[in-house]
């Protein structure tokens, strides 16, 4: 008991000397966080993939209070990608079930702003429910806007954009030919699931893997990346306050 008590009053006190050292002008606005490794976490104590699920959902509370007290504006949680949706149905249920909780959670929390981003279509109706109830809920709230990815992928949201650019038009009755001098980037952009946001200034993924998985492929042209080891449930606030440190360092060049 003795040494746990001195592990977690060290961890504690590295993480006030991480937060002191933090420069608060140079937080991101906007953050994207990949939720990976909830599995491998739980086979790594012995558990199941259900409760691995579950104690990752547990941790979003705690990452939305971090980034209150640093001021970050908007979150963006992928919860639930297109591609787990063709998980054996034994493991799917209860994720969905696991997701439906965690959003049903944030939306009674009070702090928050709910927003879906992601093909509603592709969920089961209870699924679907949820999101809009939680998003109806919550949209007078003057906090965090936390965009929940559920049933998301990269590739597919910008099939979405260009589907509703291109239906938009055709009830105007513009022309391919007018249409084609149109098209730009901003004129796409204002049909993606998070128009009128700002684009992520920060990506964090969990668990060690370094790649996006068609995680805000339009959204994250200029973002900064931040690779992590420790599994989704195993976050912790020095985790956290680390990649703020590292994104504060950097010197954004978007291109030029």
């Known amino acids: 008991m003795d040494s746990v008590n001195l592990r977690d009053l060290v961890y504690r006190l590295y993480a006030r000397r991480v937060e002191g050292r933090l420069d608060h002008t140079q937080v991101p606005k906007h953050i994207g966080v990949i939720l990976d490794g909830n599995r491998r976490w739980a086979r790594a104590a012995g558990g199941t993939a259900e409760q691995g699920?579950?104690?990752?959902?547990?941790?979003?509370?705690?990452?939305?209070?971090?980034?209150?007290?640093?001021?970050?504006?908007?979150?963006?949680?992928?919860?639930?990608?297109?591609?787990n949706l063709d998980r054996p149905e034994n493991e799917l249920t209860p994720l969905v079930a696991i997701?439906?909780?965690?959003?049903?959670?944030?939306?009674?929390?009070?702090?928050?702003?709910?927003?879906?981003?992601g093909t509603l279509d592709l969920l089961p109706a209870h699924t679907q429910t949820v999101l809009k109830e939680a998003e109806q809920a919550t949209i007078g709230n003057e906090g965090i806007l936390v965009n929940v990815a559920v049933?998301?992928?990269?590739?597919?949201?910008?099939?979405?954009?260009?589907?509703?650019?291109?239906?938009?038009?055709?009830?105007?009755?513009?022309s391919f030919e007018e249409l084609a001098e149109i098209v730009d980037v901003d004129l796409i952009s204002s049909h993606l699931y998070t128009r009128g946001q700002p684009d992520p200034d920060l990506v964090i993924r969990t668990s060690g893997e370094q790649r996006l998985s068609g995680f805000m492929l339009w959204q994250s042209a200029h973002s900064e990346y931040y690779f992590c080891e420790v599994f989704w449930p195993a976050f912790r606030k020095v985790d956290f306050l680390r990649a703020l440190r590292d994104y504060a360092a950097r010197h954004r060049r978007y291109g030029t």
């Open 53 to 83: 699920h579950k104690a990752g959902a547990n941790k979003i509370q705690e990452l939305l209070g971090w980034c209150s007290e640093t001021n970050v504006e908007v979150v963006t949680l992928w919860l639930l990608s297109t591609d």
């Open 99 to 117: 997701v439906e909780n965690a959003v049903r959670h944030l939306a009674a929390d009070g702090r928050w702003r709910v927003h879906h981003v």
């Open 151 to 174: 049933g998301y992928g990269g590739r597919q949201e910008i099939a979405d954009a260009v589907s509703s650019l291109l239906m938009d038009h055709a009830s105007k009755g513009t």
